[in-house]
């Protein structure tokens, strides 16, 4: 919501909306006291914003996770709120309906009402004025159904058996075949309502963020907003939910032999959640406090399964005994925030994946940085390592898909294609396969050894291209 595509001429007022517009109607407020950025600004930001405006996913360079980025605005830079003056904040004349683009879309079914419109008004009126400290409060988030319009793809997985990939896309969730690309099946919870008590028609509520396939390859672990949904890949039914997390659920991971089952997360600028589960009943066998001091957005097992390593929005990499959740090393040296984190094959080094465009090799024995390498334009969005071999591959916000290797530090094979950023990529068990995803919401699939597209996994609903 509110993406930032911001003039830097003078805005309309709000009295005279611009040409084809219906503006939201201004409610009326019987309240004498100020509105506040905590009681009164963040419900409604958590429920009907964030989505798309929060973590890795900022549409148009808008961060709304914290007063001061709400306040800085996005990516052109023009001011989004004037304090005093709501007729001149696009923050407002853009949520009320009054300029465009409207935001919400009118894709999106959860557009603000005309008590959240008069609010947001009578605040900018009042000064537009935010916490005296960022203080960080829990808000319970009513979640609506994303806007028809934010179908990124944020997770896909491919089977152990390298039959089906998985793909998540918005609240959607795909399986398509593997040797081909050809489509299967959604998976469905057909009790899924939204708040207001209809059908959803989807696999979540609120976006796919994370996914992983159990080793055995019969259930999918998938996370979303607030929970994990274990699925029954054969039969498509839910086997269990892993409930009571703080936020969304941005990275899983399974120990090698699918014992357990590793969840990372967290709401912006609070404290990050990690925890492990056991992966056959879902009893939680360790919450790991404290872990990061901002959302964890990466989660590894070594190859022995001892031990998890941990990346998170405080720049740091950590990594922790399991079940135990005794901090073992921590390494310090991203400048901006750690998006991912993978083990090589033979457990001696982690490779970590930042916002600074930079992966950074760390020897674990030692504790240190063995090498740091560049050749991406953007923050390096996903990591994921080639099983039983010194690659590893990355995607990142200049839609490139490339492979590394570990030891040299060198680059490899380019994958080409992609449109945008990319957020989601997996490799089969053999290392045969590839496929990558991003905000275009279209999945590739490469052949590994030659980075030959297979088949571009469009969406079931796609019309067919011209």
């Not at 991912?340 to 020897?363: F, P, Y």
């Not at 591959?393 to 380019?414: F, I, K, M, P, Y």
């Not at 089969?428 to 590994?448: F, K, N, Q």
């Amino acid at each position: 919501m509110f993406a930032a595509v911001l003039c830097a001429l003078a805005l309309p007022l709000a009295d005279k909306p611009a040409a084809g517009l219906t503006p939201i109607s201004v409610g009326t407020l019987a309240r004498k006291d100020p509105v506040g950025y905590e009681k009164d600004i963040v419900p409604i930001v958590a429920a009907k914003c964030r989505v798309c405006h929060e973590g890795k996913t900022r549409e148009g360079d808008y961060d709304m996770s914290t007063y001061a980025a709400i306040v800085k605005g996005g990516k052109r830079g023009a001011k989004v709120i004037v304090p005093g003056n709501a007729d001149a904040s696009f923050f407002w004349t853009s949520s009320s309906h009054r300029v465009k683009p409207i935001m919400p879309p009118k894709s999106e079914s959860n557009p603000l009402t005309p008590d959240e419109v008069a609010v947001f008004k009578l605040w900018i009126d009042q000064g537009a004025k935010g916490p005296a400290v960022e203080v960080r409060t829990r808000v319970k988030v009513v979640l609506g159904l994303p806007p028809e319009s934010v179908k990124p793809v944020r997770a896909v997985a491919i089977s152990p058996d390298k039959a089906l990939i998985a793909v998540g896309r918005g609240n959607q969730l795909h399986l398509f075949e593997a040797k081909k690309g050809d489509y299967v099946r959604s998976l469905t919870d057909p009790d899924l309502k939204t708040p207001q008590g209809k059908p959803a028609n989807a696999a979540n509520v609120s976006l796919v963020e994370s996914m992983a396939f159990a080793p055995d390859g019969k259930t999918l672990a998938v996370g979303s907003f607030g929970e994990v949904v274990i699925w029954d890949v054969a039969t498509g039914t839910i086997r269990r939910r892993l409930t009571g997390f703080a936020d969304r659920i941005v990275t899983l991971s399974y120990s090698p032999f699918g014992l357990r089952l590793a969840t990372g997360g967290g709401a912006p600028t609070e404290d990050g959640e990690v925890r492990v589960f056991n992966a056959a009943t879902g009893a939680q066998l360790a919450d790991i406090k404290p872990s990061h001091s901002d959302t964890v957005f990466g989660v590894a097992f070594s190859p022995d399964g001892t031990l998890l390593a941990t990346a998170g929005a405080d720049k740091f990499v950590k990594v922790f005994e399991v079940p135990s959740g005794k901090p073992s090393k921590s390494f310090e040296g991203h400048t901006n925030h750690v998006l991912d984190v993978g083990w090589s094959a033979n457990g001696k080094l982690l490779a970590s994946a930042g916002a600074d465009n930079l992966v950074k090799i760390w020897d674990y024995e030692k504790g240190e940085k063995a090498k740091e390498i560049r050749n991406h334009d953007k923050q390096i969005t996903r990591l994921v390592f080639v099983p039983r071999s010194p690659n590893f591959l990355t995607t990142a916000g200049d839609g490139v898909l490339r492979t590394w290797n570990v030891e040299s530090g060198g680059t490899g094979r380019t994958f080409g294609d992609a449109k945008g950023t990319l957020d989601a990529v997996a490799v089969s068990s053999d290392g045969l396969l590839v496929a990558a995803g991003g905000e275009e919401g279209i999945v590739r699939l490469y052949t590994a050894a030659d980075g030959k597209l297979v088949k571009a996994l469009a969406p079931p609903d796609a019309k067919p291209s011209k």
